[in-house]
Structure formats: C-alpha cells, structure tokens
C-alpha cells in the first residue's frame, strides 16, 4: 500500500528533477559584450611630437576630447563645453634638452574606440597651462606634426582626419607675447613666455588648440 509519506516523497522527488531539468541557462549577456568590445575597430589618434627645453616639459600638458563643443576656440565656447582627459591614453615622449638640430619627434599614438559611435559629434584639442616659471620651471616647447585620426588598424586604417583637414584654432588666456603658441601649415606650436622680464615669466598662461567639431560616421 502506497502510504500518505511515500507519496509526498515521491512528489518532491519528481519536483527536483523537473527545477534541475528546466532551470534557465546562465544569461551570456556579458561574455557577448565581452566579445562585441574584441571585435570594435580600432580608432587612433597619432602623431609625431617634441618636448624640447625647459623644467615644465609636459606635465601641464593635455590631449581634450570633447562631443559638445561648438564653433571655434573661444574662451565661451571652450568652458562650456564638457572636456574628456585622452592624455593617460598616450605614452608621451622624454623632455629633450638638445639643439635644435637634434631635435627628435617621437610617434604618440592612443585608441578611443571606446568614445565614438556614428553620428558622435567630436572635438580633439591640445592643451599647455605654463605655470609661473620663477617658481616651477622654465616653459618648455611642445611641438606636434603629421596629426591624424584613424579608423582601423594603424597602418591600413583609414585616415578619417589630419592636420590639414582639422581646422585648428586656437585659444589663450594670460599674457603672452606674440607668436608664442601658434598654428602653421606643418604643426601646432605650444609654448610659454621666454626672455628676462618677470612681468612675463610669473603669469600663467593657458593655451588650446581646437580642431573644429566632427561627425564621426
């Protein structure tokens, strides 16, 4: 005789087989992302770079992504729109204190794959503050050539912008004497005050370099 027990035994049983048996898969939500992340297509900021002279090499010095800066470089347009630090991104080159006929430009390169998606408005720019040269150094001059953004693999990727096509303008604030950061068909040009005058080498000084805004596609 089938007692009441046996049943309700028999009855558990068979509920633990049916749970184990249609227990849902483990979701593989993230291993897909994981594997989306592998295969996204690389996109690269290069391009060659000197730091020459000085005390304050580049540790004032920053690359500036941002996706809603508009216009060109202004002190309005430059603080209200929202800046993303690339800098960490870059293994940046020595200080150099050579001649000027020694002068070696070293390839910097850094993906940001992670920040672009079609349709992304985006803004690269340059920065160097020059703090007060009595107190933390000498200025020194950064240099930047043959800029480019890639999409791809370097070296067979396609060159989406470069120096030509990036419309640099530029944005300074403190005294500075003529000339001294500046833009040229062949590289962009970050650097303080020189001379002997204390009026010039106590102020700091805070220069950008802003490419006009794009739409990556």
Sequence with gaps: MITKKMICAMFALGSMFFVQAHQPEES??????????????????????N???????????QIMLSK????????????????????????????ERGTEEKAVFSKVSGDISDLLTPGQTYTIAFRQIVKDQTVHGAQSQIRIRNFQLAKG????????????KAGWSLYTKGK??????????????LRGNHGKAVGYLQVETD????????IWE
């Excluded at 593989?28 to 770079?49: H, L, R, Y």
């Excluded at 220069?207 to 794009?214: D, E, F, K, N, R």
Aim: proline share 5%.
């Design 28 to 49: 593989s939500g993230s291993v897909d992302q994981k594997e989306v992340n592998k295969q996204q297509e690389p996109i690269t900021i290069s391009f060659t770079m």
């Design 51 to 61: 730091a020459k002279g000085g005390e304050q090499g580049m540790r004032y010095f």
């Design 68 to 95: 809603d800066f508009k216009g060109e470089a202004t002190v309005r347009n430059v603080n209200r729109a929202d800046w993303i630090d690339l800098t960490d991104r870059f293994t940046l080159p020595e200080l």
């Design 153 to 164: 693999t370097e070296g067979t990727g396609t060159v989406v912008l470069d120096h030509a």
């Design 176 to 189: 500075l004497r003529p000339n001294r950061p500046n833009i040229s068909d062949s590289q962009l040009v």
């Design 207 to 214: 220069a950008w370099v802003v490419s006009t805004p794009q």
